[in-house]
């Protein structure tokens, strides 16, 4: 029996090629059906990033170049001292004995840049943590212990809340309460409001991860974990009539001396929630003292380092996990947005080359 020469192939039958032709474009259509389900385009209603920032634009407005939220804001640089007491936790390089540089933030979690710092009682604290090892953990807190909602939903919701009315300018008391009325785990984060004051200084601040992660160590052993940034700096500071005060006060400590936080780490035990940000663990949970945050320079955030950061949360280092929090991914996801939004805006931004340009032009 003759045999065909091995460099021959046998042509596909009709068959068969329509087949393979049917199964690729089944593959291209799901790809493409993925695609318009994480953009929202097949589902309009479904709650996506987009969504999430046009929100919070109705809300304070568009002041372009700017973060959608935390706008107003200023740049901080200078390093970690780590003491390897968290390094029995996580295998993370940051935790080694040692040093390691920062680029950060502190700001008032406000959608309007220009807006006085008593706007808001809240000021947050982000960091950005270069490894030796190239790896990079970035971090946003804020100085409450709780957040007022669970998930990435109901944020949406309180937002719309909040959306100013275009009679009064402010929002409307009854769609707040009714909110409020239908979201009862806020209760933790209202009575927080009741005591909360908007502080004088960045530096005397503590600032919180309000969400929970999780260390693994050398074994692969994961421990969740939430963790706060606890100053040194405890004299009270008087914010006057300056709307900018907490810049000018950060300035001058600075000027005079570095400003120091501890980093705290606290160890849930087992059953305590890590998917819900509303609810704080007990107060008699492990704590330990990871290290030294020291900050030693500060520079205006339309041109300082922090600009073009995006303090994304689950941008990780191995070592540290997200946990099951559905606010994580929802606060990526809307970080990458507003960014991807004012970076192309950067022309628009104060301080730029650009902008100036355009001023002296004019």
């Known amino acids: 029996m003759e045999t065909a020469p091995s460099s021959s192939r046998v042509p596909l039958s009709r068959v068969s090629t329509v087949l393979r032709g049917a199964f690729i474009a089944g593959v291209l259509l799901l790809v493409l059906l993925a695609f318009g389900y994480t953009d929202g385009w097949l ?3 479904r709650l996506t990033a987009q969504r999430m920032v046009n929100q919070l634009q109705a809300n304070a407005g568009v002041f372009p170049g700017y973060r959608r939220n935390h706008a107003k804001g200023v740049c901080v640089t200078g390093y970690f001292d780590s003491n390897g007491q968290a390094q029995p936790y996580s295998v993370a390089e ?18 309007n840049p220009y807006a006085p710092d008593s ?8 960091m950005r943590f270069a490894l030796a090892n190239g790896q990079q953990w970035r971090t ?3 100085s409450m212990p709780v957040f007022p909602v669970a998930t990435p939903l109901a944020f949406y919701e309180l937002l719309q809340a ?4 275009p009679a009064t300018g402010k929002p409307d008391p009854a769609k707040l309460k009714a909110f409020f009325g239908a979201h009862p785990e806020t209760s933790a984060f209202l009575a927080w409001v009741k005591t909360a004051a908007p502080s004088a200084s960045y530096v005397t601040n503590s600032y919180w991860s309000l969400n929970a992660f999780e260390f693994v160590d050398a074994h692969g052993e994961k421990h969740a974990v939430r963790w706060r940034m606890v100053p040194e700096a405890t004299d009270a500071a008087v914010g006057g009539s300056d709307p900018d005060y907490l810049d000018a006060d950060l300035s001058q400590r600075i000027a005079k ?8 780490v606290t160890l849930a035990n087992p059953g305590d929630p890590t998917n819900d940000a509303t609810k704080e663990w007990p ?7 990871a290290g030294t945050l020291v900050l030693t320079g500060t520079e205006p955030q339309e041109s300082g380092p922090c600009r073009d950061i995006n303090y994304d949360p689950l941008v990780l280092p191995n070592g540290i996990e997200a946990s099951g929090d559905p606010l994580l991914p929802a606060r990526s996801a809307a970080y990458a947005t507003s960014y991807l ?8 931004l104060p301080g730029t080359a650009q902008a100036q340009s355009k001023a002296e032009a004019k």
């Open 43 to 45: 589902a309009p209603h």
């Open 94 to 111: 940051i935790f080694a004995p040692g040093r390691t540089p920062v680029v950060g933030r502190f700001a008032v979690p406000v959608g």
């Open 119 to 126: 706007a808001a009682p809240i000021r947050s604290m982000a």
């Open 140 to 142: 946003g807190m804020n």
């Open 162 to 165: 909040q959306q100013p009315d």
């Open 257 to 264: 001396g570095p400003q120091r936080w501890h980093l705290i």
């Open 283 to 289: 107060s008699d949970r492990r704590d330990v003292d």
């Open 341 to 348: 939004r004012r970076t192309s805006e950067e022309a628009h």
